[in-house]
Structures are given as structure tokens and as C-alpha cells.
């Protein structure tokens, strides 16, 4: 088993930022590829970026492209979302998600954490 448990979340205004966290525990950080999931109102959740074990793979979804940063401290079991130029859009409760490898990350993660809100107001 996994445990992930997000922070990070919060209120920000339009064009500012927010680092989110991920802590991860119970089995080996540094053999899971890591990822960014969110889920707005009234929608349904979408991938926003991954992180391969090597490190040599990442990928953002279209929206989050230039503006967001995936990267991971395996030394504290830990993956971050560094995410600038926040819109109104990006308002969204944000969830961690862990797979052995980076395909399963954006078909269907093995574990999840429970998420940290994000509001970006207008």
C-alpha cells in the first residue's frame, strides 16, 4: 500500500501561485511514477501531469503547459506542483496519484490521496 497525503491547497488570486505537496509512505517513493489529477465543480477529473521514476519523462495536459511544474524529492518522499499564472479555471480540488509506471498514472492510478482544494478567484 501507498499513502498520499496533499497540501498546499488554498485561495489565490488570478496570476498568482501555489506549490502543492504530496507526501507519499508504506512502500519505496522512488519506484512509483508520480502524477497531478483535479477535479473542478460539476466536472469530471482530469490528468493534469506525471513524473516517471527515472525522472526523464514528464507530461502536462494542454491546459497546464508552460504555467504548472511536476518534480519530486525522493529523499523526502515527496512530489510537488508548482503552479504559476493561476486562472480562475484552475479551481479545483487537486489529488496525488501513484503507479508503477507512467501509462498506468494516466489510465488508472493504483493509489490516490484525498486532495487539497484550490480556489483561484477572478
Known amino acids: 500500500q501507498v499513502q498520499l497525503v496533499e497540501s498546499g491547497g488554498g485561495l489565490v488570486q488570478a496570476g498568482g501561485s501555489l506549490r502543492l505537496s504530496c507526501a507519499a509512505s508504506?512502500?519505496?517513493?522512488?519506484?512509483?511514477?508520480m502524477g497531478w489529477f483535479r477535479q473542478a465543480p460539476g466536472k469530471e477529473r482530469e490528468f493534469v501531469a506525471v513524473y516517471s521514476v527515472s525522472g526523464l519523462i514528464t507530461y502536462y495536459a494542454d491546459s497546464v503547459k508552460g504555467r504548472f511544474t511536476i518534480s519530486r524529492d525522493n529523499a523526502k518522499n515527496t512530489v510537488y506542483l508548482q503552479m504559476n499564472s493561476l486562472k480562475p479555471e484552475d479551481t479545483a480540488v487537486y489529488y496525488c496519484?501513484?503507479?508503477?509506471?507512467?501509462?498506468?498514472?494516466?489510465?488508472?492510478?493504483?493509489?490516490w490521496g484525498k486532495g487539497t482544494l484550490v480556489t483561484v478567484s477572478s
Open positions: 508504506g512502500r519505496t517513493f522512488s519506484n512509483y511514477a
Open positions: 496519484a501513484a503507479d508503477r509506471t507512467v501509462a498506468g498514472i494516466q489510465k488508472h492510478p493504483d493509489y
